[in-house]
């Protein structure tokens, strides 16, 4: 048998998709919305578009059910954000953003939004970090943590065209 395959598509203003077909050929989606809801998919094995089971969750039954389908190897040292009511979130710079080329000191994004942001994402490179003299890039994956509230504000800075 082979091995599961798993795809990624952003849902522009909703969030991101994640697919994952098993070994088994079932194909399960969760769609992770911006919110920090999810909801999670099943789809028939005879007509994989057919959805048969579709259960949306809220950002704490989601964290519960990853708790059940993974151990859990917290180290004590390690902060889980939900537990301090913050989010990690990946926010994508598109190309035509108005802060394409520009630098990150000049979104003002801590001061305006209260977010943090931790690393940059560009291509195969990970910066973290960034400060504020760092020149910003379409196609940059921002990784930022905050407030739910903060980093929606966030993402609508970064999308301002």
């Known amino acids: 048998m082979s091995a599961a395959r798993t795809s990624r598509t952003p849902l522009p203003g909703i969030g991101v998709r994640y697919d994952l077909t098993t070994r088994e050929h079932r194909h ?72 394409n080329g520009r630098l990150l000191g000049e979104t003002r994004m801590r001061t305006e939004t209260g977010v943090s942001i931790v690393a940059v994402l560009r291509r195969a490179e990970a910066i973290p970090s960034p400060g504020p003299g760092f020149r910003l890039a379409g196609g940059d994956t921002l990784i930022v943590i905050g407030t739910r509230e903060g980093v929606e504000a966030a993402a609508a800075i970064l999308g301002r065209e």
């Open 28 to 99: 399960l989606s969760v769609v992770a919305h911006r919110d920090g809801s999810r909801t999670l998919s099943a789809y028939r094995r005879d007509d994989p578009d057919d959805c048969a089971l579709s259960v949306h969750l809220t950002g704490s039954e989601a964290e519960s059910l990853v708790d059940a389908l993974k151990p859990t190897h917290h180290s004590p040292t390690l902060l889980s954000t939900t537990e301090l009511g913050l989010v990690a979130e990946r926010i994508e710079l598109p190309g035509a953003s108005h802060w």
